[in-house]
């Protein structure tokens, strides 16, 4: 495969995660989406390190797997509590800060 084939999937990838943020009003599925978009980085940082040569991309990409990874620790963790509190992960419900 070509360097554009790899940018051009890495792309779709990003465009599928963004339409996820902008359409879902589920947090879970937000979630999922910005992980996607996460992925879709990956993606074109390893393709574009493989194709000059040069390990910095790829170091980045480990750099944003580590940071996901943490991510969805915490992630998953704050969307248990929500749900335990609200009964749902909807962000129209989740808007009012309710003290």
């Known amino acids: 495969m070509m360097l554009n084939d790899y ?3 890495s792309t779709i990838l990003f465009c599928i995660g963004l339409i996820g ?3 879902r009003k589920n947090l879970l599925m937000l979630f999922f ?3 996607i978009m996460l992925n879709a980085v990956n993606v074109g940082l390893a393709a574009v390190s493989k194709f000059h040569g040069d ?3 790829q170091m980045f990409a ?3 797997i ?3 990874a943490s991510e969805v620790a915490i992630g998953l963790g704050l969307l248990i509590l ?3 509190r609200k009964n749902s992960l909807s ?3 989740l808007q009012s800060m309710g003290g």
């Open 7 to 9: 940018l051009i999937l």
């Open 55 to 57: 390990l910095s991309g």
């Open 21 to 23: 943020v902008i359409r």
């Open 62 to 64: 480990f750099f944003i």
């Open 91 to 93: 962000l129209d419900n």
């Open 33 to 35: 989406a910005s992980e």
């Open 66 to 68: 580590a940071v996901a």
């Open 82 to 84: 929500a749900y335990k």
